[in-house]
């Protein structure tokens, strides 16, 4: 690959980073003021070069050579700008759609599975700890039998939200299919993880879920917690080990939280 290719996608990258900083309307102001610059120059040596007749003749190609792009690039780089904007927007909104799962609005199981791949290196080189949560909601197959998926739904939704209120900013939450989530704790060692299950088991236990039918339920979760203990570049170990320990927690009576073994 040349170096002129190589550069490409970096200058354009470049450019799109300049224009969404900008905003659309200094954006529009700053490639019309350009192009009135670029084409004057281009004239200027065009006419003192190839085809001197004066400078009165310069000085109106000049004002002509102005006037053009003037009139002419606010109308094209609105147009672009504005659909380079709304390209962003689009590929904000799909990027979200794809990292968020759709009921709960925490993230999904592929988001997760990305940070899995991107920690480990991280934890390592910053030598800080690193644990992990998996929460699986007691009993959800009654709620639905006894309720309806449409609460079974509601439950789950209470419950991310839930989660997500007793975590810190930087930490991942995701649903990881039906009724299981896995919590990313960075920077956390094993003691302080398990502070953080309890919290979370606590406030899930204590929190009263109000149904369509107005009636109101409370639900409970076991949770299963693993340290990360390197090497294990794609957490699968981490993983295993939190699992082992949410059956742990599981067959020990649920609504509660286990290590394993």
């Known amino acids: 690959m040349t170096t002129a290719a190589h550069n490409a996608p970096q200058t354009a990258k470049a450019w799109r980073n300049a224009v969404f900083g900008m905003g659309r309307y200094r954006s529009v102001l700053a490639i019309t003021l350009f192009s009135i610059l670029m084409s004057d120059m281009i004239t200027g040596v065009i006419m003192s070069v190839f085809w001197w007749e004066g400078v009165d003749v310069l000085l109106k190609s000049l004002l002509v050579a102005a006037i053009v792009p003037g009139i002419v690039a606010p109308l094209a780089s609105s147009f672009v700008v504005k659909l380079l904007l709304e390209l962003e927007d689009l590929q904000t909104q799909l990027l979200e759609m794809v990292n968020r799962d759709p009921l709960t609005k925490v993230y999904s199981r592929r988001y997760l599975l990305d940070c899995l791949e991107i920690e480990p290196a991280r934890t390592l080189r910053s030598n800080e700890p690193m644990s992990l949560l998996i929460l699986d909601v007691d009993n959800f197959k009654s709620v639905n039998d006894c309720h309806g998926h449409i609460n079974g739904d509601i439950v789950l939704k209470k419950i991310a939200q839930i989660c997500e209120s007793t975590l810190r900013p930087y930490d991942v939450i995701a649903r990881f299919g039906g009724e299981e989530f896995v919590v990313l704790l960075p920077n ?5 993880a398990c502070t953080v299950a309890e919290r979370i088991r606590e406030n899930v ?23 990360f203990i390197p090497p294990d570049p794609k957490c699968i170990n981490l993983l295993s080990r939190a699992d082992k320990g949410l059956y742990k927690a599981k ?8 290590i394993a073994d």
């Open 188 to 192: 956390t060692p094993l003691p302080e």
């Open 205 to 227: 236990a204590n929190a009263t879920i109000e149904l369509t039918s107005g009636e109101s339920i409370r639900s409970t979760v076991s949770i299963g917690i693993s340290p």
């Open 251 to 258: 067959d020990n009576g649920r609504n509660q939280w286990a």
